[in-house]
């Protein structure tokens, strides 16, 4: 791509973003507007950090072309509206830092033999010994630079002996991990059990470990799990992406008769189209024809994927062959 296209589609971008931003609410409705800019937000978010500083720069230059006037204020505000400059890696490090607070909160003064209906014949303290566990296990993968797999149970534990202990242990092993991820970087090559091959995957992997768990938690406590639409979208794609990974899943998915099923995020405007059978699994980030299709907020989305939701819950429409939905979510059960 030449650099007279490249500043031209970052000039467009931001002068359109701009445009939205700044539009007056009887031309555009408030609600349409927000949906827009957490669509290009969420779209921006999946670039890769070097992407999104380049794209940064090219936004400023594209500013400084204009006088000094309130238009070339707003088209510099576009990169850090967007985060632009962000380090992707640490934003990850510090929305699991974040969600780690809140699932401590949540379970440090609970009964731990509560019942986590969403998982099911586990309690409270089940649950938090399996987070605290997951944190430990990936801070020693990391540490060590894993060049093969390692499991769970190779990792000592030093788990307390009382269950009501354990929120403080698991606290304790996440602040190691993210420690420990925060200091490498994130390009550098070494297994994981995803798609992508470096300590890139850890954080975003421990994102959504927290985001599912917390929502486990709240559910139990009988509270409605608050995910950020973006994280939400972001989450959906991370599953797909590591799905063909995941051999205990692959391997259900792929005895399936052909089907595909479209997922509409209502709230961010995105959409994903998921296909398998015979041709294997892939998965699109579009809306196309599909036998079943199913409408929700992001959040809602994630949960369903996750087992978290059903579709007959009155946050799904859903229309078209329920029998393939139906079959994909016994396919993917964890």
Known sequence: MSDALLNALAEALAEVVTLIDTCDDDLLDPDTAVKWLESTGFLLDRLPPADRRELAALVRRAAGRHSEDGWRGDLLRVPDGFGLDDDQHERYCDAVEHLVEEFARAVRDVDPSTPVPT???????DLVKHHGTTHRWMEHVVRTRATERVWAREVPLDLPEQPSAYPDWMARNAEAALRTVRKVDPDLPMWSYGADQRVAF??????????????????????EPRIAAGTAADGIEEFLENLPHYSWIAERVGALPDGSIAFLAEDTGAAWTISFGGAGFSWTKTASAAPVAVAAPAADLLLLLYGRRRPDADHFTVTGRRAVLDAWLRATAF
Not at 119 to 125: D, F, I, S
Not at 203 to 221: C, G, Q, T
């Open 119 to 125: 998982c099911p014949g586990w309690t409270v303290a």
């Open 202 to 223: 850890f954080p975003r992997r421990l994102l959504f470990e927290a985001v599912i768990h917390l929502a486990d938690a709240e559910l139990a406590l009988g509270r």
